[in-house]
Each structure stands twice: as structure tokens, then as C-alpha cells.
């Protein structure tokens, strides 16, 4: 069966350029997986003291993490970082000991912005947390988006330019997902 990827936008805001880019990007082409948005927005601050009895938005969203087989994270990138909404998300699924839901599993990252970077600085940064959690993540191509008037068609969709460079990039990471769950 499918392999599930749990898809995650560190941007809470509703019209949110990376929410748009994850919704274009699970529209690819990609035979195989299985694509669910696991949101973010509902979850308390991390707070070790809540261990005790774990409020139910966090049980929910650990579950969700937990069950997932790889991961796609679609961020914004916040004072040249990680916005602090996805870093607590990661944070809580993280924990507690010795129930860390990201561990031994592939994942996916990359970011849009209207500046003219493409989230490098963010990417970099949440390679770092990725490898504190235990994902795996995919090596390339590495993705920079700058988001400007004509990068979505009227459907949402990429421009032909970015269509095809991402569905290059999805071929890959499917590849190599399948590899990593086996
Ligand atoms: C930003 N933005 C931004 N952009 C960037 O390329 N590098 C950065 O370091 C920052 N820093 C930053 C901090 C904060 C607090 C905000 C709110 C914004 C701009 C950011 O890329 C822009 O607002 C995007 O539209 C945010 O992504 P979403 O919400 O559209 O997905």
C-alpha cells in the first residue's frame, strides 16, 4: 500500500505562500505515496510539566506524527530560521523520552519567499533540528523558491519552469523515501 507522508507548513497564515507551494507539491506526480497535511496551529507551547497528562491537541498531533511513515516540511523562513511555531511542533512530537515520533524515518524540506534567498538560511537551520530528531533528509536537488507574480498558474499550479524542476525533485525524493521504508 501507500507509503504515508505526513506534509507540514510552518506558516500559520491563512493565505500562506508555502501552504500554497505544499498543496501544488502534493499535486505532483508521485506514485507510491500518499500525502497528508498534519496541522500545526492548534498545538499549546512545549511545556515539560504537560507530560504529566498531555493535552489532547498534543496526544493527536504525536499520534499523527507517529503513525506517519516520511515527512514533507514546507516553510517560510522567520529572521533568517526556523518560525518558533514549527520548531514547538517539532519540539512536542520530539517527546517524551524514548517516544520520538520523527526518529529513523526520511523526510523532505524546502521553503518559499518573496525574498530573493529562497529560505536558504531556514533550510540549512531545520537540517540541523532534522538531525537532532532523527530524520533522514533527502540531499537534493536542493530547492529555493523565490515567489513572484507568475509562479502559480490560476489553478494553483506551478509554472511550467517550476512544475518541471519540482517534479524532478518529487521523483527523487519519492525514490528515495521508497528506499528508506523499504
Ligand atoms: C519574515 N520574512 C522573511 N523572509 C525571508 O526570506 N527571510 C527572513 O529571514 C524573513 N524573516 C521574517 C520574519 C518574520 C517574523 C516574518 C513574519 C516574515 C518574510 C516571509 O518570507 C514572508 O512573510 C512570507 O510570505 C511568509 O511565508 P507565508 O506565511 O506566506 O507562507
Given amino acids: 500500500s501507500d507509503?504515508?507522508?505526513?506534509?507540514?507548513?510552518?506558516s500559520l497564515r491563512r493565505d500562506s505562500i508555502n501552504r500554497k507551494v505544499a498543496q501544488a507539491v502534493t499535486r505532483l506526480n508521485a506514485p507510491g505515496l500518499a500525502?497528508?497535511?498534519v496541522e500545526i496551529?492548534?498545538?499549546?507551547?512545549?511545556?515539560?510539566?504537560?507530560e504529566a497528562a498531555p493535552p489532547p491537541a498534543v496526544a493527536s498531533f504525536r499520534q499523527q506524527i507517529a503513525t506517519a511513515q516520511?515527512?514533507?516540511?514546507?516553510?517560510?523562513e522567520y529572521n533568517r530560521s526556523v518560525p518558533g511555531v514549527l520548531k514547538n511542533?517539532?519540539?512536542?512530537?520530539?517527546k517524551p523520552n524514548g517516544h520520538n515520533g520523527w526518529g529513523n524515518k526520511p523526510g523532505g524540506l524546502f521553503g518559499a519567499t518573496p525574498g530573493a534567498i529562497g529560505t536558504a538560511v531556514m533550510q540549512s537551520h531545520l537540517r540541523?533540528?532534522?538531525g537532532g530528531v532523527g530524520v533522514t533528509v533527502f540531499s537534493g536537488p536542493?530547492?529555493?523558491?523565490?515567489?513572484?507574480d507568475d509562479f502559480?498558474?490560476?489553478n494553483g499550479d506551478f509554472n511550467e519552469g517550476t512544475h518541471r524542476f519540482l517534479q524532478g525533485w518529487m521523483d527523487g525524493y519519492a525514490a528515495f523515501v521508497k528506499k528508506m521504508v523499504g
Avoid at 41 to 50: M, S
Avoid at 89 to 94: K, M, R
Fill in 3 to 10: 507509503i504515508s507522508v505526513a506534509v507540514i507548513v510552518g
Fill in 35 to 37: 500525502f497528508t497535511f
Fill in 41 to 50: 496551529g492548534d498545538l499549546p507551547l512545549y511545556n515539560a510539566d504537560f
Fill in 70 to 76: 516520511a515527512f514533507l516540511f514546507v516553510s517560510p
Fill in 89 to 94: 511542533a517539532i519540539d512536542i512530537a520530539s
Fill in 128 to 130: 540541523t533540528v532534522m
Fill in 142 to 148: 536542493e530547492i529555493y523558491l523565490t515567489v513572484k
Fill in 152 to 154: 502559480f498558474t490560476e
